[in-house]
C-alpha cells in the first residue's frame, strides 16, 4: 500500500490529504470494470426482476412466484434438480475426499504432478468433456463395448440419456471444485498436531478421525457448498446427457424463454435461483471469506 | 528415518495401498474422456472406436472442409481475442485500484467485481438476451465479447491481485520520488514484475472466452455463432464426429495454456 509511510513534521497534514485524494484516484481505476458489470449484470438482473412481477398481459402479478409451488411440472424440476445435486455433490465428496488427502500427504513434488490431473480437466472445456461422455457411455461406446468384453454384463448398459449420465458428467466436470479448496485447507493443517496425537497413543485412524478430519472440514464444507451451487445452475451437461428425461432448473429457465416466450415465469425461476445461490455462498463468505475460495482458478 | 513411513502416524505405504490405489482410479476417470477422445477422433469408423481399427484424418477434413464450422472457429478465435484485450487491462486496472486504494470501499467494490462468478450463468445469459435484445446486440460479435469481457474480468482481477500480493509497491513510490509519474511508475516498474500474472490473467480471459457455451448460445447466431454454439446444436441433435476432431483442436488449446501458465508460476516464484 502506498500509506506504508506516516507522514510527519509540518506539512503532514497536507500529504496526508495528498495520499487521501491519490488512494481515492486510485479506486477509480476499477470503474470500467465496475461499469461493464453494472450494464451487463445488474442492470439486467434488475430488469428480469421487474418483469417477474407481470403476468404476460402486463398486469401486476405474484402468479409467476406462486406457480413454483403450485405447478407440478415445477415442482418436479425442482426436485430433480435438488435430486442431481444432492447425489453429485456425496459422490465428488466421496471420490473427492481421499483423492485430497493423497494429495496432500504426498511429497510437494508428487503433489504437483498430480494435481495436473485434477487441474487439466478443470481448464478443458466443458462442452468437450460432455461431448466425450456421451461417446464413451453411448450403447455402443467404449465403456459398454468393455464390460461386455470382460464379461461383467451381457447386453449394454442405459449409462447416458438419463438421470446416470448426468450424473457422471457432472462429477467429473465439478470434482475439481471440491478437491481444490479441500486440499488447499488440508496442506494448511500442522502436521505436527496429527505427530502429537500420536505421540499420545492415539492410533493412525483415531488421529485422523479425531485431529485431522475436524480440521479439514472448513475447506470441505467450501468445496461442498461450491460444488452444490454450481450444481443448482448446470445447464450443458443435463441438456446433452440427460437426454430430455433430467429437467433442470436452468433447463426450465432456458425453454420458458425460447419455447414460451414467457419472460415472467424464466425472470421469476432466475431470481429465486440467484437468491437461492447467493445465500449460499454469503454463508460460505461469512464463514471462510470468498477470495480464498476463488483463488483456485 | 521417517522416510520409509507413508504418514505422520507411522502408516507404511503398503497400508496406504488401497489409498494410492484409489487416488489413481480417480485421476484416470479425470483425465479418461479427455485422453481417449483425441485417438478417437483419428478413427476411420462412424462409430468412433478405441483404439481405431483403421486411422484415419477424415473427420478433421470434414471440420477445416466446412465452411460452417470453419466460420465459427473464426468467430470463436475472434471473440476471445478481443475478450482477452479488453478484459485484461480493464482487469488489471481494477486490481491496481483495488491494492492501492483504502480497505473498507476496496472489500464492497471486489465482492462487486467478483459477481459474475457467483451469479448463475444462465440468469446472466438471459439478461444479456434481454438487454442486447434492446440495443440490436444479439447476434453480433461486440455482443459477445462485451458478454465475456464481463466473466473474465473475476478471472483476470483473482489471478493479477495474486501477483500484487508478493510485489513491494514502495518500489513505486521509489520511481515517483525520483520524479516519474504515476503512470510511467507503474508501467516500467510495477508492470514488468507482476507480468506473469497478467499473462496468466490474460490467457484466462482467452479461455474463458473460447470455452463459453451458455451466453454464447443465447447472444451468438446467425452468422456470428460462435464455434461452442454449433457444437451444442449439432450435439442435441446427435453425435457427429467431426465434434471429436473439433475436441481435440480444443484440448490442445487448453493444455498449451495450462501449460504456459504452470510455466509462468514457475518463473514467477524463482528457486
Known amino acids: 500500500m502506498t500509506a506504508a ?16 485524494r ?73 471420490i473427492g475426499y481421499p483423492l485430497a488427502y493423497l494429495l496432500s500427504q504426498l511429497p510437494a513434488r508428487a503433489a504437483n504432478v498430480c494435481m495436473v490431473f485434477v487441474l487439466l480437466p478443470f481448464w478443458t472445456s466443458l462442452l468437450v468433456r460432455t461431448y466425450a461422455w456421451l461417446v464413451l457411455l453411448q450403447r455402443k461406446g467404449l465403456i459398454n463395448t468393455w ?22 458428467g457432472m462429477v467429473h466436470i465439478l470434482l475439481p471444485f471440491l478437491v481444490l479448496p479441500l486440499y488447499a ?34 475447506g470441505l464444507f467450501a468445496g461442498v457448498v461450491l460444488v452444490f451451487v454450481l450444481c443448482l445452475g448446470f445447464y450443458v451437461t443435463p441438456a ?38 447467493l445465500v449460499l455462498l454469503w454463508a460460505l463468505n461469512k464463514l471462510f471469506g470468498l477470495e480464498r475460495v476463488f483463488s483456485g482458478r | 528415518m ?35 477422445v483425441i485417438p478417437m477422433s483419428f478413427s476411420d469408423s462412424t462409430y468412433l472406436e478405441f483404439p481405431p481399427r483403421e486411422w484415419s484424418l477424415r473427420w478433421y477434413e470434414n471440420y477445416f472442409g466446412s465452411i460452417e464450422w470453419r466460420e465459427a472457429t473464426y468467430v470463436s478465435l475472434q471473440a476471445a481475442v478481443l475478450t482477452m484485450l479488453v478484459a485484461t487491462p480493464v482487469g488489471t486496472a481494477a486490481a ?33 438476451f434481454y438487454l442486447y435484445a434492446r440495443l440490436g446486440l444479439n447476434y453480433t460479435i461486440t455482443g459477445v465479447v462485451v458478454a465475456h469481457t464481463v466473466l473474465a474480468i473475476p478471472f483476470v482481477l483473482v489471478t493479477v491481485s495474486s501477483g500484487l500480493k508478493t510485489y513491494d509497491m514502495n518500489q513505486e513510490m521509489v520511481a515517483r520520488s525520483l520524479g516519474a509519474s504515476r503512470l510511467r511508475a507503474f508501467l516500467t516498474v510495477t508492470l514488468p514484475q507482476i507480468r506473469f500474472s497478467v499473462v496468466a490473467g490474460a490467457l484466462f480471459a482467452f479461455i474463458t ?63
Open chain 1, 5 to 20: 509511510v506516516t507522514p510527519v513534521g509540518t506539512n503532514a497534514e497536507a500529504l496526508a490529504a495528498d495520499s487521501r
Open chain 1, 22 to 94: 491519490e488512494r481515492r484516484r486510485a479506486f477509480f481505476l476499477t470503474s470500467p470494470a465496475a461499469l461493464l458489470i453494472a450494464v451487463v449484470v445488474f442492470v439486467p438482473v434488475g430488469w428480469l426482476f421487474w418483469l417477474s412481477l407481470f403476468d404476460p398481459e402486463g398486469a401486476l402479478t405474484a402468479e409467476n412466484y406462486t406457480r413454483m409451488l403450485g405447478s407440478p411440472a415445477y415442482v418436479k424440476t425442482f426436485k430433480t434438480t435438488f435430486e442431481v445435486s444432492f447425489v453429485v455433490t456425496a459422490v465428488c465428496v466421496l
Open chain 1, 147 to 168: 464390460l461386455i468384453d470382460l464379461g461383467v454384463i451381457e447386453q449394454p448398459l442405459r449409462l447416458v440419456h438419463n438421470f446416470t449420465g448426468t450424473v457422471i
Open chain 1, 185 to 218: 485447507a488440508m496442506r494448511s493443517i500442522d502436521r505436527d498436531l496429527i505427530r502429537a496425537a500420536a505421540n499420545l497413543g492415539s492410533s493412525p485412524v483415531g488421529a485422523f478421525w479425531r485431529v485431522f478430519f475436524p480440521l479439514s472440514l472448513p
Open chain 1, 240 to 277: 446433452l446427457l440427460g437426454g430430455g428425461r433430467v429437467q433442470m432448473w436452468a433447463m426450465r429457465i432456458e425453454s420458458s424463454v425460447n419455447l414460451y416466450a414467457n419472460w415472467g415465469a424464466a425472470s421469476a425461476l432466475g431470481v429465486v435461483l440467484l437468491i437461492v445461490t
Open chain 2, 2 to 36: 521417517s522416510k520409509s513411513f507413508a504418514s505422520d502416524t507411522q502408516i507404511t505405504h503398503l497400508g496406504r495401498l488401497w489409498l494410492y490405489l484409489f487416488g489413481a482410479l480417480v485421476m484416470v476417470f479425470l483425465m479418461f474422456p479427455s485422453v481417449v
Open chain 2, 96 to 128: 491496481y485500484g483495488l491494492h492501492v486504494s483504502g480497505r473498507r470501499m476496496a472489500a464492497t467494490m471486489q465482492t462487486m467485481l467478483l459477481m459474475p462468478l457467483m451469479v448463475p450463468i444462465i440468469l446472466i445469459a438471459i439478461g444479456a
Open chain 2, 209 to 271: 472466452s473460447l470455452d463459453e457455451v451458455i451466453v454464447a448460445m443465447f447472444v451468438s447466431g446467425g452468422e456470428n455463432a460462435t464455434l461452442t454454439r454449433r457444437m451444442f446444436n449439432a450435439l442435441r441433435d446427435q453425435i457427429d464426429p467431426t465434434i471429436a476432431a473439433i475436441s481435440t483442436c480444443l484440448i490442445l488449446v487448453s493444455v498449451i495454456s495450462l501449460l504456459l501458465v504452470q510455466w509462468l508460476g514457475k518463473a514467477r516464484t524463482p528457486g
